[in-house]
């Protein structure tokens, strides 16, 4: 009896470990269908201008060694945040037509939101400027 007991609770926590892995390769490919990995490529671009010539090639191999890690902690994150369920409805609408357009575009929406951001924080510092007097 009691090796049957232990046979269930092994099979019961071998489940267990196959829907985690399920989960967390769903959310790998959310971030990856998404687009929430641009940032990463807009960060190597920026990077990559303060990298000499000489190092640029051999930098931008490590550079794209280090993303498995942080992508990762992202899945994690997500895990943590949504559930499972929640993970494979993003799925169905990152493959449908409006959820790839979407993640197409977000590099360049990043690029727009990141140079209006730019300009507003100068603006906003004339503000500060003003009530800092």
Known sequence: MKKIVIAAAFMFVANIAAAQDSFKADALK???ISGAAGPMQMA???IMQNIPE???IEFSKDFD???PSLYEKLAVIYMETYTQDDIKEMLKFYNSPLGKKISNSTGELYKKST???Q??????QGMMMKYMK
């Open 65 to 67: 060694a280090s993303l």
């Open 119 to 124: 300009e507003w924080g100068a603006g906003l």
């Open 54 to 56: 000489a190092n640029k």
């Open 115 to 117: 140079a209006a951001g």
């Open 44 to 46: 190597k671009e920026q």
């Open 30 to 32: 959310v971030i990856e």
